[in-house]
């Protein structure tokens, strides 16, 4: 029997990019994530004037060489691999600058890569797209509600400072349960979600946990 399919999201689901470092660093500032509500820290911070010097200067960078993983993260995926089959479900493209974010791309890559090992998230199930709500699959994480489509019946959000505010009447609708409501214990929370209620007799989640 195959597994379930997972569509796993990366930035502030496995990491914290080097985007807000960097950020710190053009502004000689001290941000830590939790300043932020809205999900493009750039726009709360960088001055519109400043923007495409922003753009050049972040233009060099590499965002995942250190990437800042989330507590339990690594572990919990590991765990994870043997009840489901992962594909990495991720966007690469900066808005803000979209003719340099090819480079994304494969610092992204290079940093799956080298994180998870070929039999806990084989390269062949990288998806790289801002498109991810046309994906079929059994259960979907991710921080972003706009990602999530309606091929996808069992949705997590992973918690994050952009979502907090996110109403639990529209989640409800649209058939989204939260893991838990801090960044911090998101995969403590989301493993249990996954693990302890995975049926593996029917090889799948129990309906309960998205009651
Ligand atoms: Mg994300």
């Known amino acids: 029997m195959k597994k379930p399919s997972l569509l796993l999201d990366v930035d502030e689901v496995i990491c914290f990019s080097m985007y807000l470092e960097y950020i710190n660093e053009f ?18 911070v960088i001055p ?18 250190k990437p800042t993983i989330l507590p339990g993260a690594i572990e919990s995926i590991k765990k994870l691999s043997e009840y489901y089959e992962i594909f990495i479900c991720s966007d690469c493209i900066n808005p803000f600058a979209k003719e340099n974010s090819g480079i ?29 709500d046309i994906f079929v699959a059994d259960v979907q ?29 529209f989640l409800k609708e649209k058939g989204i349960i939260r893991a838990g409501n801090d960044w911090r214990e998101g995969w403590n929370i989301l493993e249990k979600k996954l ?3 995975f049926d593996e007799k029917q090889l799948k989640l129990k309906k309960t946990v998205f009651k």
């Open 27 to 44: 502004l000689q500032e001290s941000y830590s994530i939790d300043d932020f509500t809205e999900y493009y820290l750039e726009e709360s």
């Open 141 to 169: 994480v991710d921080d972003l509600v706009r990602n999530f489509g309606s091929n996808v019946p069992k949705k997590i959000l992973f918690p994050s400072y952009h979502n907090k505010e996110v109403p639990e009447e």
């Open 195 to 197: 693990i302890d209620n």
């Open 48 to 65: 519109k004037e400043k923007m495409e010097e922003f753009n050049k200067f972040i233009a060099e960078k590499n965002l995942y060489e």
């Open 104 to 132: 994304m791309y494969k610092n992204k890559y290079d940093f799956l890569y080298r994180t998870f090992s070929q039999d806990i998230i084989p390269c062949k199930n990288y998806i790289f797209t801002g498109t991810k």
